[in-house]
């Protein structure tokens, strides 16, 4: 019975020393503003690169505008990133709840703090298995990254949602500044727990008083510990986590956003670096295609039903060639534009009596890749701007590019933009 | 120091908007945590599941059991330092040490898995390390500069008075 008493004291000792200016509910509101909207932006545009990868039978996609794939997962992985300094702020600002006493007061408390317990853990996975997917760091993941990255992102969005409805009546409270401060500055205190009774239980079964033993005298030393201004340090906290908002943003984005470019110090990628100028995510020597793609029998097959027509390289070549500038957009959140030229897929699937609006499977010569076959949606297939491209940058297409020829369409992720290619079948 | 709590969560009276709002984000969150349980179901084989159940668990004893605490052993030594150093001061050396702190746990992975290695050589391409140094060299810079100009305008305004 007395360790129970003695964790409570513990507990509220830890409590009251971890009590913070910046600490408080109107903070927790802002930074959960923040962080909610991070998260649902994160949510959509993760759930757009999912299903553009993974369309369900009814799924029609945008073709323009030609970067609304770059844009949406350069916003995605950008944002990731934005989390870690307001996921830290916010877990900072309710760290001393941790240490609520009682631990559980009631059913519904409990479900709070296990939903709470939940939406943290899933939160700090989440944005970390994220980041380090962009570093392609896979061997720190005893799970497959993309399912679990997608299962999670549901758990996030569906805490948070209980979260919210749990904490709406602090939210409402400390929503508007004009409610949640007085006129010089101090937080506007509401309902609150009362405070455990000096004479707490444990002092009064043994009359060990607080700063009794070395956890007593060290909570006490803390207490003696000057405090800060509350104004002065809720205004150095906030203006902490814009700052480190807005280094994080200006020096990593430049790998989505050209305009960051010149201040990519810490970036996956960068623009310009790789075969050709380009960033490379599977080279032809991983995906096994180093023989096969620069045989001199090597083919393209084109068909459709029982229509068939093979290609080599030489014809494809002489068939009417179109350049186009599209951005090559990685599901990892790197882009960069390029220009492209070769055939249209709409005029090759016409040699074969191929309808411009159909359906089109595409295989690749690559091997070991879930990705070697895919398909493309006829709104992709009819656009003018998708190629069977063979030069880049008016150069052969380098290897590591998709020689002999690559697809590349508008508004696609760049797993979608299959290289080496080795068959085109009309579907439908 | 007082402790501002916020009240104990309790779903509102019946028949109130806020009422209303937290039953249909309630039935949301739920609704969504089962679509969350049916991917990992069928996406994720079972044998995975305890290295995502370790994750978790390691996250919250990185975050609550170190980090936390860490930070607040540091905050302590800095509280405790504003007994000779003005607090506007202390306020912008705790946010310089976050900010270093959080490019540290964002860039230290790139550094480490650049070290390691890449599939090619466009993965990864910076140098990481070399630029870490700079940007804490500049955040140094930055600080210096705001704290002696935080200073100097305390001089003046003190001058002045």
């Known amino acids: 019975m007395l360790l129970k008493w003695q964790v409570q004291r513990l507990l509220h000792q830890t409590r009251h020393s971890l009590a913070a200016p910046s600490r408080n509910p109107r903070a927790a509101v802002v930074l959960g503003r923040l962080l909610g909207i991070a998260f649902i932006i994160t949510f959509l545009t993760g759930l757009y690169s999912h299903f553009i990868q993974e369309p369900l039978p009814w799924m029609v996609f945008l073709t323009r505008p030609i970067w609304l794939y770059q844009v949406s997962q350069g916003i995605h992985i950008t944002a990731g990133i934005l989390c870690f300094p307001l996921i830290f702020a916010k877990l900072y600002t309710i ?91 101090h937080l506007v205190e509401h309902a609150t727990e009362p405070e455990p009774q000096r004479q707490d239980e444990l002092q009064r079964l043994t009359g060990k008083v607080q700063n009794a033993g070395i956890t007593g005298r060290i909570f006490e030393w803390i207490d003696r510990s000057p405090t800060l201004p509350p104004q002065t340090s809720r205004r150095g906290f906030f203006a902490t986590v814009a700052v480190a908002s807005a280094a994080l943003v200006t ?34 020597k991983r995906a096994k295609v180093l ?25 494809l070549r002489a068939m009417p060639q179109h350049e186009v500038v599209l951005p090559i957009a990685c599901v990892e959140g790197w882009s960069q534009y390029a220009t492209w030229k070769g055939p249209r897929l709409k005029e090759l699937i ?43 940058e008016g150069e052969p297409l380098d290897i590591d590019h998709g020689y002999p020829a690559r697809m590349i369409a508008p508004a696609r992720p760049g797993v979608l933009q299959t290289k080496w290619l080795s068959t085109l079948e009309v579907l439908s | 120091m007082s402790i501002t709590t916020a009240p104990e969560p309790v779903l509102a009276r019946p028949m109130t908007t806020t009422r209303r709002w937290q039953t249909g984000l309630i039935l949301f969150g739920i609704a969504m945590l089962v679509v969350g349980a049916i991917v990992l179901l069928n996406d994720v084989a079972p044998k995975n599941y305890i290295g995502i159940a370790i994750w978790f668990l390691g996250a919250l004893v990185i975050h609550d059991g170190i980090a936390a605490f860490a930070i607040f052993g540091v905050s302590i030594l800095m509280r405790r330092a504003s007994r000779k150093i ?11 040490l976050a900010i270093a702190a959080i490019f540290f746990v964002i860039v230290v992975p790139a550094m480490l898995k650049k070290d390691i290695g890449s599939a090619n050589t466009s993965i990864l391409p910076l140098d990481y390390g070399l630029n870490l140094v700079l940007f804490y060299a500049g955040l140094a810079v930055v600080t210096a500069a705001a704290i002696a100009g935080y200073l100097v305008v305390a001089a003046r305004n003190r001058s002045r008075a």
Do not use: C
């Not at chain 1, 990705?371 to 006829?378: F, N, R, V």
């Open chain 1, 95 to 185: 760290f001393p709840e941790l240490f609520q006493t009682p631990p559980v007061r009631s059913f519904p408390h409990f479900l709070e703090r296990a939903s709470i317990t939940v939406f943290v853990a899933s939160s700090l996975v989440q944005i970390t298995i994220g980041l380090l997917n962009t570093y392609q760091w896979y061997a720190l993941f005893p799970f497959p990254f993309r399912q679990t990255h997608y299962a999670l992102s549901f758990v996030i969005i569906g805490s948070l949602a209980i979260h919210i409805a749990l904490k709406l009546p602090v939210i409402a409270q400390y929503w508007r500044k004009r409610d949640a401060l007085t006129a010089d500055g």
């Open chain 1, 251 to 284: 020096l990593t984005a430049g790998q989505s956003f050209r305009v960051f470019d010149a201040t990519n110090l810490f970036g996956a990628r960068k623009n310009d670096t790789g075969p050709q100028g380009l960033p490379v995510n599977r080279t032809a």
């Open chain 1, 291 to 315: 023989e096969s793609a620069t045989a001199p029998d090597w083919q393209l097959t084109v068909s459709n039903g029982a229509s068939t027509k093979s290609f080599s390289y030489e014809e």
């Open chain 1, 350 to 392: 016409a040699t074969v009596d191929g309808d411009p609006s159909s359906t089109v499977r595409i295989t690749s010569l690559e091997q070991g890749s879930s990705y070697a076959q895919t398909t493309m949606g006829p709104e992709f297939v009819r656009d003018d701007l998708t190629l069977v491209a063979l030069d880049l």
């Open chain 2, 86 to 96: 003005p607090f506007v001061v202390i306020a912008i050396l705790q946010g310089a």
